[in-house]
């Protein structure tokens, strides 16, 4: 039988990798999307060009339950994957009500219309580490108590709680994946390591003289995007429904990114990256660094690609994007 799923945020970094994935794997993929961004696909459906034919999108507002229950009527799937937010944290702190509404009342609709349409559909919710914050231990695990320092945290404690209340309340198979930073050429540019890596093409080819950055001493556990999708998947075909850390179990400061990302390009950070007092956030988390024991014992999952790998192909398909020929950069 195939089965459908459907994936908010399918234009972003996670959802464009997890749809092929899932196509790979024999689904029929839908994905919900904003109207602007199915009239101007050029722009916004950039990251979906590999596979724009094999999937169906549907134009609707995470801000409306009216959209959200047509559209979930009509696909009725099997899986449904919640990757859309606000993502940015430093965002978070520009505009705490709207972080706060689509992100909270997003995951509610969801949850709402398919516990209403689909009772039995497979829930994933894209929890994350900025839940724990202030964390009161390293590494973090499944219990490690939130502490959450941006209303984007908050936001996801909360999607968080109501994904693990539906579970409860109304016995759906609802999972939260607690994600750690997960990176990879798609990644969007407002993050620091695609700040980094664009801005070392931008200095390389001659458009760009420095890189201005915010706090270089956060700490980091940086995985690849399309090995944390896999992961994601792997929680819905659990015969229970439960919550797992996705992580690499390594941290490393934004410096140790940066310096990385300038050498493997043959230069010296030092000389192009400025300070921005502008760039700190207003409550830092300092360091993340996730266990993921249970991931790896229950799901059969684990990471592959490295700290100095992933900067490597970040730094290498910013270069050839920007059509610099460097000796010895791996293409993908
Ligand atoms: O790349 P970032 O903006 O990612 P952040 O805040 O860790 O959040 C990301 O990972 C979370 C999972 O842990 C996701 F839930 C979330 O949606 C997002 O994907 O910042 C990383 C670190 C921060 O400590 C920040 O202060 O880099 C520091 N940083 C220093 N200079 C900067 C900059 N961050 C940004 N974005 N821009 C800078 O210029």
């Known amino acids: 039988m195939e089965r459908r799923a459907l994936i908010t945020g399918i234009t972003g970094q996670d959802g464009s990798y997890l749809a092929a994935l899932l196509i790979g794997k024999g689904y029929e993929v839908h994905g919900l999307v904003r109207r602007v961004a199915l009239e101007d696909p050029e722009h916004r459906l950039t990251r979906l060009d590999s596979i724009r034919a094999q999937v169906k999108l549907h134009a609707a507002s995470l801000e409306s339950y009216a959209s959200i229950h047509q559209a979930v009527s009509k696909v009725m799937p099997h899986e449904c994957y919640h990757l859309a937010a606000q993502s940015f944290v430093s ?17 509610h609709y969801l949850l709402a219309a398919a516990k209403n349409l689909v009772p039995k559909c497979r829930f994933y919710f894209a929890g994350s580490s900025e839940m724990f914050g202030h964390a009161g231990e390293v590494p973090q695990n499944e219990n490690t108590h939130f ?15 109501l994904t693990r209340n539906y579970r409860e309340a109304y016995k759906m198979h ?5 994600l750690f930073n997960h990176e990879s050429p798609r990644r969007g540019y407002e993050f620091v390591t695609r700040k980094i ?10 458009r760009s003289k420095e890189l201005r950055l915010g706090n270089l001493e956060a700490k980091r556990d940086w995985g690849h ?7 994601m998947w792997r929680m819905l075909q659990q015969d229970d429904p439960d919550d797992y850390v996705i992580a690499t179990g390594v941290t490393h400061s934004v410096r140790e990114f940066v310096e990385l990302a300038f050498a493997h390009a043959g230069l ?7 300070g921005d007092p502008d760039l700190f956030r207003p409550a830092e988390v300092n360091i993340l660094q996730g266990d993921s024991s249970k991931a790896r014992r229950k799901l059969g999952w684990k990471h592959e690609v490295g700290f100095e790998e992933l900067v490597r192909e970040m730094v290498d398909a910013d270069c050839r994007a920007a059509g610099i020929e460097r000796k010895g950069s791996a293409a993908r």
């Not at 609802?174 to 607690?178: E, H, P």
């Not at 890596?197 to 931008?202: F, K, L, N, Q």
């Not at 399309?226 to 992961?231: C, G, K």
């Not at 010296?268 to 400025?274: E, L, S």
């Open 225 to 231: 995007a399309r090995e944390y999708v896999d992961a």
């Open 197 to 206: 890596t664009s801005g070392v093409a931008r200095i390389l080819s001659g």
């Open 91 to 107: 965002y978070s702190f520009d505009d705490e009500f709207s972080t706060l509404n689509a992100n909270i009342n997003g995951t």
């Open 268 to 274: 010296d950070y030092r000389q192009y990256v400025a």
């Open 147 to 161: 502490h959450p320092r941006s209303t984007y945290g908050i936001s996801k404690v909360a999607g968080f709680d």
């Open 174 to 178: 609802a999972s939260s994946g607690i």
